[in-house]
């Protein structure tokens, strides 16, 4: 990483080591380096190759102070976007950019040496401990199957039991020159591991001949790095012998080698289709490249790095069988990805030769490294490769670019991708392009090494469908809300509009004092299954409209009118008319609707923290150009979603939009277009809504919902209590809760997870079954999300669909590009809560107040 120049002490890199050592040696050595040491704070803005996004503290020191470089390890500094800040000893604090990523390693000292690490470990700033070197040998530290991992390295070991934020942190001799860098540990011991410093000094050096070259800082910087796409590890003379080895070319290894040298270089992993592909394979023994024995990763990586673009001659024996291969070094800088296309909050590039080693795929496949909103939505996980998009084959990031500008926001088309852990089998989801442009335009962002920063541009033609039609739904929306004529129509004017019924006023009358306490402390209900979350976003007053409604008799009329030549699916059809299904059911099943919903992750605010819900609706008006779902605000937290709605009644899928939600009860109306429907138009019906009577204690009722199969399913009940009021204590994160509201409990249901309505032998609905959201807390500090079902009498409904059915005067809203209406609600700005008579008296309530209630 690069800084402004500072005047601290800089470390200096150093091989040598020296023995015979004091304490105050060490002080001095200490003093030396600790003002070169820096905490680090880096954030990753959006996830890339192997890291996520997010924000950590490291630790790195200065090896240049004239030029302001800064060393630390490569998972400190992350392949993708970061922005940093270096704290020095002193407080100061001064912005660093990357300077230079070494493409796989994490970027000479004795067994025995005694070395102190200087860093910001466990977070504070400054901690200097104290170890051992006790191998110089190790294999490199494995840290996750799929993450960034350094291999074809030796690290060092010692007990120094480093911990987080000490990454990049120098390791230094009792002359405090640094030998190594710390790079990581094992949590279950305390060992540390550590990155050796040759090609380090080399990568140095070369910036350093590049700086001066220039006479100033460069505009890139380019360190020769070459691969051929293999894993070597470094293996005993033991068990190289198992491998086949043959004695003469193991004395012959042994004779050319340093004093000491205990082992050969076997091939671990070949990535496919690289260079080395179908010529070496797992458990080739490396003897010679370009006619030097080759025993260690240095001498190794030396040749590669020398040889970047041209041929290298190896000699490996393969059972015992010598083989000559000639293969090309390829750029190590060529199969690192430094541009990523974001689209819809995913992050896609090609695949790294990290992840393709990890994966066992080859370099440049289409590699999602964050899914976003629009691939998630459609279960396509982090870490897929994307082999087809709209039913085109998608071999690098430029055919994926090609396919999405020429879709159009809205459409529906299939993908397939693979997962490493299942390479063999592709899978198939629906992605939906974005209608709403909860996020920018599909932009392409690519790094430049001159300033550290990544440049962004539009990775579609302006006169892609995908583009232009965003700019013609936001033209419509505009000249919509301009249009001063429509601002006059009246929803009762509408020719869509069916006939309607009068809704009696009427009040349902409080009948006990009994009250629900959800505040935490334990529950009766089914608590973790099929969890739900929920918060108010805003008090918007919409339209809805008054029910179409029909009887019994009519309904089943009307079923036994539709021939088979209509497209209704006809299992359907004999399910909703056998003897096995209640009457009630029969009514309803055709304004039943089941509801899925998806919040962006940019619209998750004020406590909305689930991304997808699930919940069942009820049709309660369905014209030609309008129709009206009412469904709870535990399946409908917020206006900014995506709904997708599924009939019971028609087999088809179709965008739904919210156009109210109340502030305070529990209930909101989302609006779908019936001409969406097709030939389910005719089939799917509003429900008969029965406000009044109020229901009572003992009545009969029928619970009818549907399954997540869309089955219909149904019971009959016993109302235990019409009027039990609701107290949902407040959650960790403020978020919507449904207040100063009075419920029906049932004597049985299907558990806490199934909503619906309740409605009368006739199919007439008295109540929407809702579900509600709530925490649970245990003990003082964890809490977990739970949900119940009760019922909402269908009055608070019918009473908001008829201000707008009578065309109450109000603010206006576009509804399937027609500007409607909407009521205001009034509100009492308080919270209230039941209590008993006897405690009323405590708060003042006078004895004749008391004998009239």
């Keep these: 990483m690069e800084s402004p120049a500072k005047e601290e002490g800089g470390g200096e890199l150093a091989m040598e080591i020296e023995s015979s050592v004091t304490v105050e040696d060490w002080r001095r050595a200490l003093a030396r380096v600790v003002p070169s040491v820096v905490v680090l704070r880096t954030t990753a803005p959006r996830a890339f190759d192997t890291e996520a996004a997010g924000a950590s503290y490291a630790t790195g020191f200065v090896v240049d102070k004239s030029r302001g470089i800064i060393l630390t390890n490569r998972h400190v500094v992350k392949p993708g976007p970061v922005v940093a800040e270096a704290m020095f000893v002193n407080r100061e604090e001064i912005p660093v950019y990357p300077l230079y990523r070494d493409p796989v390693h994490d970027f000479a000292a004795s067994v025995g040496l005694e070395i102190r690490v200087v860093g910001n470990d466990s977070g504070e700033k400054v901690s200097i401990l104290a170890g051992t070197l006790a191998r110089l040998d190790r294999e490199a530290p ?32 009792c ?44 505009e890139s910087v380019y360190i020769p790095r070459g691969t051929l796409q293999v894993t070597f590890q470094h293996k005993g003379f033991e068990e190289t012998r198992r491998l086949g080895l043959r004695n003469e070319t193991e004395q012959m290894v042994r004779l050319v080698s340093p004093l000491g040298e205990t082992g050969m270089l076997v091939v671990d992993s070949v990535v496919p289709e690289g260079p080395a592909h179908k010529h070496l394979e797992p458990g080739d023994v490396l003897v010679r490249m370009n ?42 800088h060529s199969i690192t990805p430094n541009h990523f296309l974001e689209v819809s909050g995913a992050v896609i590039h090609p695949l790294s030769y990290q992840q393709a080693r990890n994966f066992r795929f080859k370099c440049g496949l289409v590699y999602v490294a964050e899914a976003g909103y629009m691939l998630s939505r459609a279960s396509l996980p982090r870490h897929a490769i994307i082999k087809k998009f709209a039913g085109k084959d998608i071999a690098n990031l430029g055919d994926l670019i090609a396919v999405i500008s020429k879709l159009s926001r809205g459409e529906r088309v299939p993908v397939e991708y693979v997962k490493y852990t299942e390479r063999y089998r592709n899978k198939p989801v629906l992605v939906t392009i974005d209608v709403h442009e909860w996020y920018a335009p599909p932009q392409l962002y690519t790094r430049n090494d001159a300033t550290g920063l990544w ?16 700019h013609h739904a936001g033209h419509i929306e505009a000249n919509s809300n301009s249009v001063a004529s429509l601002a006059e129509s009246s929803p009762i004017d509408l020719k869509c509009q069916h006939e309607s019924e009068n809704l009696a006023d009427g009040c349902i009358k409080m009948q006990t004092d009994d009250e629900i306490v959800v505040d935490g402390s334990h529950s009766s209900e089914d608590s973790l299954a099929g969890k739900k979350r929920r918060r108010v976003d805003e008090e918007i007053s919409v339209e809805g409209t008054i029910s179409s409604c029909g009887d019994l008799d009519q309904i089943k009329g009307d079923f036994l009118r539709h021939p088979p030549s209509v497209d209704v699916d006809g299992s359907d059809l004999n399910r909703t008319i056998s003897s096995n299904a209640s009457l009630a059911e029969q009514v309803i099943e055709p304004a039943l609707v089941m509801f899925e919903v998806h919040v962006p992750p940019v619209c998750m605010l004020d406590g909305v923290h689930s991304p997808h819900f699930f919940g069942t609706g009820v049709v309660i008006h369905h014209s030609d150009c309008l129709g009206l779902v009412a469904v709870d605000r535990n399946t409908v937290a917020v206006s900014i979603s995506d709904i997708m709605l599924s ?22 109306l989302v609006a779908y277009d019936p001409s969406a429907l097709g030939a389910g138009t005719s089939v799917v019906r ?32 016993i109302v235990t209590n019409p009027c039990t009021a609701v107290n949902i204590g407040s959650a960790d994160c403020p978020r919507y809760r449904a207040i100063n509201m009075e419920v029906i409990e049932l004597d049985t249901d299907f558990g806490s997870t199934f909503s619906g309505i309740l409605s009368d032998e006739q199919g007439r609905v008295q109540a929407l079954w809702a579900s509600f959201s709530t925490q649970i807390k245990y003990g003082c500090s964890s809490s977990e999300d739970h949900q119940f079902v009760r019922g909402i009498p269908i009055y608070a409904i019918s009473q908001v669909l008829e201000k707008i059915i009578s065309g109450t005067p109000g603010p206006f809203r576009l509804i399937n590009g027609v500007r409607r209406p909407m009521p205001f609600i009034r509100l009492l700005e308080v919270e209230l809560f039941p209590t008993l008579l006897s405690k009323a008296r405590n708060y003042g309530l006078s004895d004749s107040w008391v004998q009239v209630i």
Aim: net charge negative.
């Design 291 to 332: 006619d030097e024995v080759v025993t260690q990763f240095l001498t190794m990586e030396t040749l590669l790095d020398d040889s970047v673009g041209m041929g290298i001659d190896l000699q490996i024996e393969r059972g015992g069988t010598p083989l000559a291969v000639k293969l090309e070094v390829e750029d190590l």
């Design 647 to 668: 009939f019971a009644a028609y087999p088809i899928e179709i965008p739904g939009e919210v156009v109210f939600l109340h502030p305070v009860h529990n209930f909101a």
């Design 686 to 717: 509003a429900a008969k809504l029965l406000p009044e009577p109020a229901l009572r204690r003992g009545d009969s009722v029928y619970l009818v919902g549907l399954s997540r199969s869309l089955q219909a399913t149904s019971r009959k009940s």
């Design 455 to 470: 440049t962004a541009k539009s990775a579609l033609p302006l006169e892609s469908p995908f583009i232009a039609s965003a």
């Design 142 to 173: 494995y840290y996750k199957k799929d993450g960034y991992n350094d291999f074809n390295t030796f690290y060092m070991q010692a007990a120094s039991g480093t911990k987080g934020g000490s990454s990049g942190s120098p390791v230094v001799d």
């Design 175 to 218: 002359q405090g020159r640094a030998v190594a860098l710390n790079a990581g540990s094992k949590s279950s011991s305390a060992s540390a591991f550590f990155l050796p410093l040759e090609r380090v000094v080399r990568a140095l050096n070369l910036i350093r001949d590049g700086w001066e070259a220039f006479g100033s800082k460069p």
